[in-house]
């Protein structure tokens, strides 16, 4: 049986400077929207190893260095760069309509 995803929206994309993030919080999750030339990639906002800020994070390229032990994940795969980090990092299915950044959600 195939589950109902709705949307749930962010920000506008103009929110987000290319090469930038800016963390939002939605329905209880703390979440971390990059702008990766042109392209919005969402991910959760707290480091898989500590509690460290990803959107307050170095960006290069694609990938994000947390400031608070310097490991590294990829944005658009979540996948684990470099450590001290060893869990991947939570990415959502994004979708940019009319100027809106918005993720894909399950519904209950």
Do not use: W
Request: hydrophobic share 35%.
């Amino acid at each position: 049986m195939h589950q109902a995803c709705a949307f749930a929206r962010l920000c506008s994309a103009g929110d987000v400077a290319e090469g930038q993030a800016i963390k939002i919080e939605r329905n209880g999750l703390a979440l971390a929207v990059f702008n990766i030339q042109g392209e919005y990639f969402v991910t959760n906002d707290t480091c898989t190893h500590g509690p460290g800020s990803l959107s307050e994070g170095y960006i290069d390229g694609d990938v994000v260095e947390c400031d608070f032990h310097n490991g590294s994940f990829n944005i658009k795969t979540g996948e684990v760069v470099a450590p001290p980090c060893m869990i991947p990092l939570k990415t959502y299915k994004t979708h940019v309509e009319d100027g809106e950044v918005s993720i894909e959600i399950d519904e209950q």
